[in-house]
């Protein structure tokens, strides 16, 4: 059965950085594609990065491209969201999305809480 | 950028009534490759998103059979043919045919 879990939420002063990880078992992590998307209290949601299976291409939307690295570890299993120069607006849980199949997008972890604040 | 609209941002529905809600893409969702890539999700409160359906009407494993998708282009539908009290909470779509993928501002269902 498809897990994850999420970690590395914190509380960080605007300007810092932080480093997300997600966990992945019950599939093969290493054949298939990882994102990231986040949800600000009260609000909807939002994608925030995408990585194929072997790391070779990222993307990003206009929002955090520059300040966020998506990268994996495959020998591990991991998922890690590198968050720099972090602003009020990237306040929000963030989902670790599996990509199990073609574009079947899911999100089965319970997030973990980043707040900007100072 | 897709942008996803939906509506009614708020549902209010009588418990064992049918419920509806749209989903509509700044462009069509059909991919090169023939499928359409829209996905519900049904978010509980105080819990993580769930997915319900994917593909615009592939219900997935353990939904009750009340939950079906449709459409096709720009225009989808979520309907529940009699709202349960579990049925409480946000939904919401996502397009992933184009980069960078995008959800809908989300409807709160709520029991009249």
């Known amino acids: 059965q498809v897990k994850v879990v999420e970690s590395g939420g914190d509380v960080v002063q605007p300007g810092r950085s932080l480093r997300l990880s997600c966990a992945a078992s019950g599939f093969t992590f290493s054949s298939h594609a990882m994102h990231w998307v986040r949800q600000a209290p009260g609000q909807g949601l939002e994608w925030v990065a995408q990585?194929?299976?072997?790391?070779?291409?990222?993307g990003y939307p206009d929002s955090v491209k520059g300040r966020f690295t998506i990268s994996r570890d495959n020998s591990r299993n991991t998922l890690s969201l590198q968050m720099n120069s972090l602003r009020s607006e990237d306040t929000a849980v963030y989902y670790c999305?599996?990509?199990?199949?073609?574009?079947?997008?899911?999100?089965r972890g319970q997030g973990t809480m980043v707040t900007v604040s100072s | 950028d897709v942008v996803m609209t939906q509506s009614p941002l708020s549902l209010p529905v009588t418990l064992g009534q049918p419920a509806s809600i749209s989903c509509r893409s700044s462009?069509?969702?059909?991919?090169?490759?023939?499928?359409?890539?829209l996905i519900w999700f049904q978010q509980r409160p105080g819990h993580s998103p769930r997915r319900l359906i994917y593909k615009v009407s592939n219900r997935d494993s353990g939904v009750p059979d009340r939950f079906s998708g449709s459409g096709s282009g720009t225009d989808f539908t979520l309907k529940i043919s009699r709202v349960e009290a579990d049925d409480v909470g946000v939904y919401h779509c996502?397009?992933?045919?184009?980069?960078?993928?995008?959800f809908g501002q989300g409807t709160k269902l709520e029991i009249k």
């Open positions: 996502m397009q992933g045919t184009y980069w960078p993928y995008s």
């Open positions: 462009q069509s969702l059909a991919h090169s490759d023939g499928n359409t890539y």
């Open positions: 990585i194929a299976h072997d790391g070779g291409y990222k």
């Open positions: 999305v599996t990509e199990v199949g073609a574009r079947a997008f899911d999100i």
